[in-house]
């Protein structure tokens, strides 16, 4: 399998930075999102997760994990406004994938959780009958997705950090 052109994360930790201030400013004078989400979850999860992501427009994966699985990344902010029932955005059984990653990430696009799904358990819910969104659209809720999915990565508590700095010593 030939990999495709990687990018590199610390060019781009500069310009998602600005991104991600712009994005905020935009919603506080408009109310509506800047629409960047997914680019911002994407190099977010591959720094914290040390990922290697894929040039633009790879059909099915998002980034390349260490071990070579291939990795599909959705991105939701979670508002306190927020519906309860978010869905991810489309997955595609066509593609090439071999796990899919969600990031949840508050208002100012910092990381909450991350979440990694394996592709037999989301083909499961995906081919599942009863619902259009999920068999035509390729859609699962934010909540469908967590309960197949491991919990990869949380965002550090208070206690974490204090524990830390006295194992450190």
């Known amino acids: 399998m030939t990999m495709p052109e990687t990018l590199d994360i610390a060019a781009l930790r500069s310009v998602i930075r600005d991104a991600k201030e712009i994005a905020k400013r935009y919603r506080n004078l408009t109310g509506?999102?800047?629409?960047?989400?997914?680019?911002?979850?994407?190099?977010?999860?591959a720094e914290l997760m040390?990922?290697?992501l894929t040039g633009a427009r790879q059909p099915g994966?998002?980034?390349v994990a260490p071990d070579g699985h291939r990795i599909q990344i959705k991105a939701r902010c979670v508002l306190p406004e927020s519906k309860k029932s978010q869905h991810l955005g489309s997955i595609?059984?066509?593609h090439e994938w071999d796990t899919v990653m969600?990031?949840?990430m508050d208002g100012d696009f910092e990381p909450l959780e991350i979440y990694e799904a394996k592709r037999p358990d989301i083909e499961r819910e995906l081919t599942r009958p009863?619902?259009?969104?999920?068999?035509?659209?390729?859609?699962?809720?934010?909540s469908k997705f967590k309960s197949v999915a491991l919990r990869v990565w949380s965002k550090p508590t208070?206690?974490?950090v204090l524990r830390s700095k006295f194992k450190a010593r």
Do not use: C, H, M, W
Not at 32 to 45: D, M, Q, R, S, Y
């Open 32 to 45: 509506k999102p800047l629409g960047i989400t997914g680019e911002v979850g994407e190099f977010t999860a």
């Open 158 to 160: 208070q206690l974490d």
């Open 92 to 94: 595609r059984l066509k």
């Open 102 to 104: 969600l990031i949840l």
């Open 50 to 52: 040390n990922l290697r």
């Open 130 to 142: 009863g619902s259009k969104a999920r068999n035509v659209r390729g859609s699962l809720s934010v």
């Open 61 to 63: 994966y998002d980034a």
